[in-house]
């Protein structure tokens, strides 16, 4: 493995876009965290969101709650804090584009629809009723992680959480990305467990049982559909050995971690199982900008479970 993992640190450099090389030499070969925002702040705009196809699968080069939400994810990553420019511009950005009302940021922008794009990110009238607190329960948390003295991004993020805790809490089953957003959301705001408690009604751990129960609806059990085109696997949910439902689906997690390694091409990287099916001239660059952040979350995946070893 040592050496289908050297292939893959190549295959990045070599084609991967300079943020995702940066973020592979941080993760596995102990890059600088600076490089990382170096890259990462090319794509931060004068209002202090990020744009510019951060999110591979649209091309708008002004700022996006959603773009925004990538580059969070990326700071959270290494570690950024509040202090930081980069993320001083973005809680701006956040402030600002908040809706205080539904406690929500738009997911999708009619802006969209003027760039190369996914059909998933096509903008239409209504069209955050599919989106709902994806992403903004985690842009929530962010700014609870990160607003340290600003009064006013710790007052957004937490009337956003109530928000999108009472739609949780009488949610029946709930789309795998929007589950994402709500897992993040909960590991993010562990650390803020007792003003949590004076500010909900609810209790943090009845939280945490009812993310539980949708994200086990979200898994796709069915080993050999695995294959065929866009799935949510096991570790699509379970991401660490230490994650609440590793000990109830270890087995269907051990499948997933063969089946990563079964689908390893020559060049120690993955093929991405989605298409836009439009924007012929313009996708197979989004496929392999794709194909650079797949392979990272992936080798992270493998590490995490120390299923191989890496560098």
């Not at 004076?198 to 009812?210: F, N, Q, R």
Request: with cysteine.
């Amino acid at each position: 493995m040592n050496y289908t993992f050297q292939k893959a640190s190549a295959w990045i450099k070599r084609n991967a876009r300079p943020l995702e090389a940066a973020r592979w030499e941080y993760l596995f070969e102990g890059g600088s965290r600076d490089n990382v925002v170096r890259y990462l702040a090319a794509y931060q705009n004068e209002d202090g969101g990020f744009g510019h196809g951060i999110e591979p699968d649209f091309w708008l080069p002004s700022s996006s709650p959603m773009a925004t939400w990538t580059a969070c994810q990326i700071l959270m990553e290494i570690g950024a804090n509040e202090n930081e420019e980069i993320v001083e511009k973005l809680l701006k950005y956040l402030i600002n584009t908040a809706n205080i009302e539904t406690g929500m940021w738009p997911s999708a922008l009619p802006e969209n629809n003027e760039y190369p794009h996914a059909p998933w990110w096509h903008w239409s009238e209504g069209v955050q009723d599919n989106w709902m607190f994806n992403p903004g329960v985690e842009l929530a948390a962010f700014l609870i992680h990160w607003s340290n003295d600003h009064h006013e991004a710790a007052r957004i993020g937490w009337s956003s959480i109530e928000k999108a805790v009472n739609r949780l809490m009488n949610a029946e089953e709930m789309d795998r990305h929007e589950i994402n957003n709500y897992q993040q959301f909960l590991r993010i705001i562990q650390c803020h467990k007792e003003i949590f408690h004076k500010k909900l009604d609810y209790e943090l751990d009845e939280v945490a049982d009812k993310i539980m129960i949708l994200a086990e609806k979200c898994i796709d059990r069915n080993i050999n559909e695995w294959s065929a085109g866009y799935k949510v696997l096991p570790l699509d949910i379970i991401d660490s050995p230490e994650y609440p439902l590793y000990a109830e689906y270890s087995g269907l997690v051990e499948q997933n971690l063969k089946f990563f390694m079964d689908e390893l091409s020559d060049e120690g990287i993955w093929d991405i199982p989605w298409n836009w099916g439009s924007y012929p001239e313009d996708f197979p660059l989004a496929k392999r900008y794709w194909q650079g952040i797949l392979t990272i979350n992936r080798y992270k995946i493998l590490k995490a479970f120390d299923y191989v070893k890496l560098g």
